[in-house]
């Protein structure tokens, strides 16, 4: 591995990271597991951080990160980027969490939202989205960088390396709601991994892996090569990293150049390193909340969604002492 010397500098890891449309990121639970899902990265307001956001009606990516804020954001899919030469790499960092003022985090929201994808935010219906409070109500996460893991081309050699010269500030996270939280908006575990996953490689693309390090770190890693066995998949993870056998999570995802759907596939098990492979022996599929292309489809997605998620917008508001924002009062 190489280090910063390479001529690597924040700014502009920083630069591509925010083109992305999507990036994989990964959180530790309780117990140690990894889960990782797409979500869109932004750049930070008052520092240079990359912040991601998840909604306050399903509020498990931050409450992980506030927990244990040892974070990672894989970029590994550039479609939509307008980069010419994208890298693909991996940025590890502490995650600052953000919930004492969801009015404020719900309108920067609404604004990055509609600058970043202006199709999709002008042809819903003002009335429709004041029906979404469940949605665009949210949590904040900042993620402070410690390492950059930074392939310029082929996967199949060694990355380089960034770390800050100086070790970097990490504010606290905002004091965690009281009460219990409502965990889990859906722990359906009925369905099949195997059927979820015909055809996931072709349509989809190779799958990212997040296995954790052992200095206990998230690392998510896009796969060179794919293959479904009985019992889960073989994998060829990137040169020049060290994966450890435990567990794992294995995430597929995919949109269209203009962002207007996603597929979502994850899947919790457990891996084993053998020589350049990694076998990830699949234990059970996670519910995941996909975005339909069709407009039709997707308006009917989000009602059934929201009828789910609405009578949670008041109990997690009200953990953390607030009303849920009123998107007149944030227009």
């Given amino acids: 591995m190489t280090t910063e010397a390479t001529g690597l500098s924040w700014p502009a890891i920083l630069d591509q990271a925010t083109a992305y449309v999507t990036t994989e990121y990964a959180s530790l639970t309780r117990a140690g597991t990894p889960v990782t899902w797409p979500v869109t990265p932004y750049r930070g307001e008052e520092r240079e951080t990359i912040d991601v956001s998840t909604g306050l009606t399903y509020p498990l990516k ?54 970043r994808f ?30 950059v893991l930074w392939w310029a081309g082929d996967l199949a050699r060694p990355p380089e390396v960034w770390e800050p010269t100086t070790k970097l500030a990490v504010p606290p996270s905002d004091p965690p709601p009281h009460g219990r939280g409502a965990g889990s908006w859906n722990t359906d575990r009925g369905s099949d991994w195997r059927k979820r996953t015909e055809g996931a490689i072709d349509r989809l693309g190779l799958p990212v892996l997040t296995t954790v390090t052992a200095d206990g770190w998230p690392l998510p890693l896009r796969v060179r090569a794919a293959e479904r066995t009985a019992d889960g998949f073989r994998l060829t993870p990137p040169a020049g990293v060290p994966i450890a056998d435990g567990p794992a999570f294995m995430t597929f995802h ?57 009578t949670r917008l008041a109990t997690e508001a009200g953990r953390r002492d607030q009303a849920p924002p009123s998107f007149d009062d944030l227009r």
């Fill in 254 to 310: 995919s949109h269209a150049e203009v962002f207007d759907g996603q597929e979502n596939i994850g899947l919790a098990g457990t891996c084993a390193v053998h020589g350049d492979e990694v076998h990830l022996t699949v234990d059970h599929a996670l519910h995941d909340w996909g975005i339909p292309r069709n407009p039709l489809r997707n308006a009917i997605g989000m009602l059934r969604t929201g009828r789910r998620l609405r």
């Fill in 118 to 147: 202006p199709e999709v935010f002008r042809r819903t219906p003002e009335a429709a989205l004041r029906r979404m409070a469940f949605y665009w109500t949210r949590i904040w996460i900042e993620v402070t960088p410690v390492r």
């Fill in 62 to 115: 931050a409450e992980r990160a506030r927990r244990n804020p040892r974070v990672a954001l894989s970029f590994s899919h550039p479609l939509g980027s307008g980069l010419d030469s994208p890298a693909t790499f991996v940025v590890q960092g502490l995650a600052t969490v953000r919930d004492a003022d969801l009015r404020t985090n719900s309108a920067r929201y609404l604004a990055v939202w509609a600058q």
